[in-house]
């Protein structure tokens, strides 16, 4: 079974610009998770989506972080601009429903904001 | 709101050493309770759970038990390898969603 992909691996960029990521989650999980971990710390949840929904959003910085998940599959995180503080591991999981216990983790997208 | 909190790092034990990593918790209701692991270059992965009080969550010879009396839920093993080296993490989600709160993490080094 193919695990939960993320592209790209790495990303630099300079404030001020935008940027993307992408989470392709295991094949029929319904639940996706968009983690934010920064060096030294813990990840922290940024948004869950329930199939095409959002479930969580509360600690996404909407003025300049947004995320979709078109027909509940695929799923895109942006940031426009960028500041020096998002540099940070960019974590996708999923995981079966919501109610499933486990989540099964991408391997990040490092970015820095030069 | 919810929190957790283990202990720094890092941690350097000889092989065959005994591990102990503590980790507390604050949350409302009953949450359930995990270890994840991250082993260098790898992605999180679910190390071993508890999803109610006095469970006990045990996986590759580590074991962690749900002490609600406490709010902790400490991470042990009786004789760590080279190869247990590593990034633990410990989190909860609380009843309602399923999305994790994480500590933030405790490296452990493990030398020959």
């Not at chain 2, 902790?72 to 999305?99: M, N, P």
């Amino acid at each position: 079974e193919a695990g939960v992909a993320q592209s790209p691996r790495y990303k630099i960029i300079e404030k001020r610009q935008s940027v993307a990521f992408w989470c392709n989650p295991i094949s029929g999980h319904a639940t996706l998770y968009w983690y934010q971990q920064i060096l030294g710390q813990g990840p922290k949840l940024l948004i869950q989506f329930q199939n095409n929904g959002v479930v969580d959003d509360s600690q996404l910085p909407k003025d300049r972080f947004s995320a979709e998940r078109l027909k509940g599959v695929d799923s895109t995180l942006k940031i426009q601009p960028a500041k020096l503080e998002d540099s940070a591991v960019y974590l996708c999981a999923s995981s079966p429903e919501a109610s499933s216990y486990e989540q099964y983790f991408g391997p990040g997208t490092r970015l820095t904001v030069t | 709101g919810d929190s957790v909190t283990q202990m720094e790092g890092p941690v350097t034990l000889s092989e065959e050493a005994f591990l102990t990593i503590n980790c507390t918790y604050t949350a409302t209701g009953y949450p359930s309770l995990f270890w994840y692991v991250q082993y260098p270059g790898e992605g999180l992965q679910l190390l071993l759970k508890a999803t109610k009080a006095d469970d006990k969550g045990s996986n590759k010879g580590f074991e962690a038990t749900y002490r609600k009396e406490t709010t902790s839920f400490h991470l042990e093993k009786g004789s760590v390898q080279v190869s247990d080296s590593a990034v633990y993490f410990c989190a909860l989600s609380d009843t309602g969603r399923r999305a994790l709160t994480f500590g933030s993490g405790t490296r452990l080094q493990v030398q020959p």
